[in-house]
């Protein structure tokens, strides 16, 4: 059989047009070369890719730096009211969370120096929480460790905190329309756990789970402006930041899925990321044996970052962004598994007064598949079966650590 080989050129130029990110590892090149021909052309194109290969790993690692120092100077400015917990990830100060605590166990935590700050109950989900004190000037990650000793049968952990994970990227230059890819107007109730929005952008109700709350955001008025501009009409807001430097915690995220899951959300779009923490995991499980899809972003502190929550934990649709080009965004994160990409740049939505504004990051990618969930299950039968073939395949053939399922609402980003 007579084999048909690439011309050189066509190879470099496909190798160099292929979309390039930090989350994947890059083939060895292996081209047929009859005759010898190619030669130093194909040393030049592995060339270029190690160079390729070796940027990634130190954009990577550049990310991580970044999250570090900017995690670094936020529990600087603010050591009145967050603090590290065992794992050196941020947390409210002085407070841990308790689930499945034995009363018994109560007095044996007060005469350790604990104090019972609150009992919390969110009825939606089920969910019992004891918010405790820990003892005066005892560390938070040293409180962890003692109460666990004290209530072993318990699930202690801090009070941690969430990040929003994108941001706008400037003023609008050119004109750009976020395209709803159904016809009518989307009637499944869509929640959103994140800050408040502005007055422009009109919501069935926003309620608040921190001081302050709610006030009305940046993030919050850019990720429910783009889930009204592709056909989401029923939307209540969760704000979970208010004026509270320690907003965003578990405890508050708790409360607000609670809300949402009552007020009868199907589907809850979460553009935060943090650590694992147990209470929110419990709130996520019981949210969807409710039968609510939580949808997560996988976060912008690059793929050296270490798994984002609550995009990581079991069940949760977990999304990324790609750019115009529907290449990765070098800044996406991971999480434990990945759904669906959709776009995070590129794409326009409302700053907290009402203005049009840029956005970038897998924040705003989360939306814009939560509005694809919403319509698949209002069209009936398996969402997933319906959004998988919704979805375009991006780089490698079928589900990839990149790219997830594939790409979703890939026309949202459209030039009006």
């Known amino acids: 059989m007579m084999r048909r080989y690439l011309p050189a050129a066509m190879v470099i ?24 021909v190619l030669g130093g052309v194909t040393d030049a194109a592995r060339d270029n890719l190690r160079n390729v290969e070796a940027n990634a790993r130190r954009e990577a690692a550049a990310l991580l730096r970044a999250r570090e120092r900017n995690l670094g100077r936020l ?43 609150s009992y919390e109950r969110i009825e939606a989900l089920d969910l019992s929480i004891v918010r405790l004190s820990v003892p005066d000037g005892l560390r938070l990650a040293d409180a962890e460790a003692l109460a666990r000793q004290i209530a072993p049968t318990a699930q202690i952990s801090a009070d941690n905190l969430h990040f929003q994970s994108g941001a706008a990227a400037g003023d609008m230059a050119t004109l750009m329309s976020m395209m709803a890819q159904s016809a009518a107007a989307i009637s499944i109730d869509i929640g959103v756990i994140d800050g408040a929005p502005g007055p ?74 943090g650590p694992r923490n147990t209470v929110l995991e419990k709130a996520i499980g019981a949210t969807q044996r409710k039968g609510v899809v939580v949808v997560a972003a996988v976060g912008n502190d690059g793929p050296a970052a270490p798994p984002a929550y609550p995009a990581s934990y079991p069940g949760v649709v977990a999304v990324t962004g790609v750019d115009k080009r529907g290449r990765a965004l070098i800044e996406a994160g991971r999480a434990l598994h990945l759904d669906y990409a959709a ?19 897998t924040s705003f990618a989360t939306p814009l598949v939560a509005t694809r969930l919403a319509a698949a299950l209002q069209s009936g039968g398996s969402w997933r079966r319906r959004l998988d073939a919704e979805a375009r395949d991006l780089g490698a053939k079928g589900v990839d650590p990149v790219f997830g399922r594939g790409l979703l609402c890939g026309g949202c980003a459209q030039k009006k």
């Open 75 to 117: 529990l600087r400015r603010n050591r009145d009211s967050m603090e590290r917990d065992a794992r050196g990830e941020l947390a409210r100060r002085g407070e841990l969370l308790a689930t499945g605590l034995d009363m018994v166990q109560v007095p044996a935590l007060q005469q350790a120096g604990f104090a019972v700050l």
């Open 343 to 361: 776009p995070g740049a590129d794409i326009y939505g409302l700053d907290a007064q009402g203005k049009r504004t840029r956005l970038r990051g």
């Open 13 to 36: 130029l496909a190798l160099l047009a292929a979309p390039l990110t930090a989350q994947i590892a890059l083939p060895s090149l292996q081209v047929p070369d009859p005759g010898g």
């Open 200 to 273: 422009a952008v009109q919501v069935l109700r926003t309620r608040g789970f921190a001081k302050g709350a709610p006030v009305a955001s940046n993030h919050g008025s850019a990720v429910a402006s783009l889930l009204k501009s592709t056909g989401a009409a029923r939307i209540r807001v969760a704000d979970v930041y208010g004026t509270d430097p320690a907003g965003g915690n578990a405890l508050a995220i708790a409360r607000g899925l609670g809300y949402l899951v009552a007020s009868g959300s199907r589907v809850i779009t979460i553009s935060l990321v």
